[in-house]
């Protein structure tokens, strides 16, 4: 490794990416077995669950999309092993998931069937996390190149700081990870209309352009034709009670986030990027449903931004919660992680509580827990598409 590479202290994975976490991950498939999983959690330390309360299959809506979410957090860089829990071994979704996962990924599946009951599935399903746990906990970080970073951003509870500090701090940190080779999403579709031709004149293609303008579009006509009018319903009340006027605003301070790097690529939720630089991912505008999409497109560290505080977390990413004003990190000092502040209160720069934060993404990246870690907020939803997928 060249010696002015920029580093994290993170874990090599055999398929040449790296995890800034090692969890072993208990994954339900269906929702009849989401409080076994949470049981086998909370009997072996270390290990990390979901809940997942939607059915899944085939003959069900956004089935498509779940398969690739669920296979993505499977695959995930972050993840040492996945338990996965079913009811019965045959369940299709069971067999969609682990089809064609690659020789690298460790996974088992425990089903209700073969373990003769709820009571022998979660034995069995204790008895290999627990190894899997002391087998993780023998690997040790090591150096590695931030070009391997794939940084998920995200922005909820916005108000009329939101596109002046955090946004904007949180854009630079992007910027400085895309010039170091990193790759970095831009999510929040519905959040992005009024702003969908700033980014179109940053595409690297006029294909990447095109996908732009038909992404926006797509969602925003998917929501009329189920009566719901963006550009009347937006803001949000909570938007509205923090200064924001309309959802042109909105939009505009989202974008800040992708910071100034081209557009290179725009990809379906929760798929992989395939390219380096700025991606645009196309989710809905729904906090915990954006951030399963990143997390199974394989970010390894999520950053938050926010002007009222939110609760959300991931289970196997690290989400970093920044404030847009230093007020609200004084009343939610046990939410937020970072302050974006003193852009505000201009004793710093946007640059400057730019570099801060890159050095805070780093710094989580090497493994310094978040607050979302520490209460252990992990919720979890699949986004099943737009209404005429």
Same mark, same amino acid.
């Given at each position: 490794?060249?010696?002015?590479?920029?580093?994290f202290m993170?874990?090599?994975r055999?398929d040449?990416?790296?995890?800034t976490? @090692?969890?072993?991950?208990? &994954?339900? /498939?269906?929702?009849?077995?989401?409080t076994t999983?949470?049981?086998?959690?909370?009997?072996v330390?270390?290990?990390?669950?979901?809940e997942?309360? $939607?059915?899944?299959?085939p003959?069900?809506?956004g089935?498509?999309l779940?398969v690739?979410t669920l296979?993505?957090?499977v695959?995930h860089p @972050? =993840?040492y092993?996945t338990?996965?829990?079913?009811?019965s071994?045959?369940?299709?979704v069971v067999e969609?998931?682990v089809?064609?996962?690659p020789?690298?990924v460790?996974?088992?599946?425990v089903s209700?069937d073969?373990?003769?009951?709820?009571?022998?599935?979660?034995?069995?399903?204790?008895?290999?996390?627990?190894?899997?746990?002391?087998a993780?906990?023998? +690997?040790?970080?090591?150096p590695?190149?931030?070009?391997?970073?794939? /940084?998920?951003?995200e922005?909820?509870?916005?108000?009329?700081?939101?596109?002046?500090?955090?946004?904007?701090?949180?854009g630079?940190?992007?910027?400085l &990870?895309?010039?170091?080779?990193g790759?970095?999403? &831009?999510?929040e579709?519905t959040?992005?209309?009024?702003a969908?031709?700033?980014?179109?004149?940053?595409a690297?293609?006029?294909?990447?352009a095109?996908?732009?303008w038909?992404?926006?579009?797509h969602?925003?006509h998917?929501? +009329?034709r189920?009566?719901v009018?963006?550009?009347?319903g $937006?803001?949000a009340?909570?938007?509205?009670?923090?200064?924001?006027?309309?959802?042109?605003?909105?939009?505009?301070?989202?974008?800040?986030?992708?910071?100034?790097?081209?557009v290179v690529?725009v990809v379906?939720?929760?798929?992989?990027?395939r390219?380096?630089?700025l =991606?645009?991912?196309?989710?809905?505008?729904?906090?915990?449903?954006?951030?399963?999409? +990143?997390?199974?497109a394989?970010?390894?560290?999520?950053?938050?931004?926010?002007?009222?505080?939110t609760p959300?977390?991931?289970?196997?990413?690290?989400?970093?919660k920044?404030?847009?004003?230093t007020? /609200?990190?004084? $009343?939610?000092?046990?939410?937020?992680?970072?302050?974006?502040?003193?852009?505000?209160?201009?004793y /710093?720069?946007?640059?400057?509580?730019?570099e801060?934060?890159?050095?805070?993404?780093r710094s989580?990246a090497?493994?310094? &827990?978040?607050?979302?870690e520490?209460w252990?907020?992990?919720?979890?939803?699949?986004?099943?598409?737009?209404?005429?997928?």
């Amino acid at each position: 490794m060249a010696a002015e590479e920029v580093t994290f202290m993170g874990y090599w994975r055999p398929d040449g990416r790296a995890g800034t976490r @090692n969890h072993v991950l208990v &994954l339900p /498939l269906s929702p009849a077995v989401s409080t076994t999983a949470t049981r086998v959690e909370a009997q072996v330390p270390g290990t990390v669950s979901v809940e997942l309360h $939607q059915d899944v299959g085939p003959d069900l809506p956004g089935w498509k999309l779940a398969v690739r979410t669920l296979r993505g957090w499977v695959d995930h860089p @972050n =993840v040492y092993g996945t338990v996965l829990l079913a009811l019965s071994a045959n369940d299709p979704v069971v067999e969609a998931v682990v089809r064609d996962l690659p020789p690298s990924v460790r996974w088992e599946v425990v089903s209700f069937d073969a373990a003769h009951g709820r009571r022998g599935a979660e034995l069995r399903a204790a008895e290999v996390a627990r190894a899997w746990v002391q087998a993780a906990q023998k +690997m040790e970080r090591e150096p590695i190149a931030v070009r391997h970073l794939l /940084l998920a951003t995200e922005c909820g509870g916005s108000d009329a700081c939101s596109g002046l500090s955090a946004n904007p701090s949180l854009g630079y940190a992007s910027d400085l &990870l895309i010039q170091h080779g990193g790759t970095s999403i &831009l999510a929040e579709t519905t959040e992005l209309i009024g702003a969908e031709g700033i980014l179109a004149d940053r595409a690297t293609t006029p294909e990447v352009a095109a996908a732009i303008w038909q992404t926006v579009a797509h969602a925003e006509h998917a929501a +009329m034709r189920m009566g719901v009018d963006f550009r009347g319903g $937006q803001p949000a009340p909570g938007n509205i009670a923090g200064g924001i006027t309309t959802i042109e605003e909105k939009s505009l301070g989202c974008v800040h986030k992708g910071g100034t790097s081209a557009v290179v690529e725009v990809v379906d939720y929760a798929e992989r990027p395939r390219r380096q630089g700025l =991606v645009v991912m196309d989710t809905p505008g729904h906090d915990v449903m954006q951030f399963v999409g +990143m997390a199974a497109a394989g970010a390894q560290v999520i950053v938050f931004t926010t002007g009222r505080g939110t609760p959300t977390g991931a289970a196997i990413v690290p989400v970093i919660k920044v404030s847009t004003r230093t007020e /609200l990190k004084r $009343q939610l000092p046990e939410l937020i992680d970072f302050d974006a502040g003193p852009v505000i209160d201009g004793y /710093l720069t946007v640059e400057q509580v730019g570099e801060a934060l890159w050095r805070k993404i780093r710094s989580v990246a090497s493994g310094e &827990l978040t607050a979302a870690e520490r209460w252990r907020h992990r919720e979890f939803g699949i986004f099943p598409g737009w209404e005429d997928e």
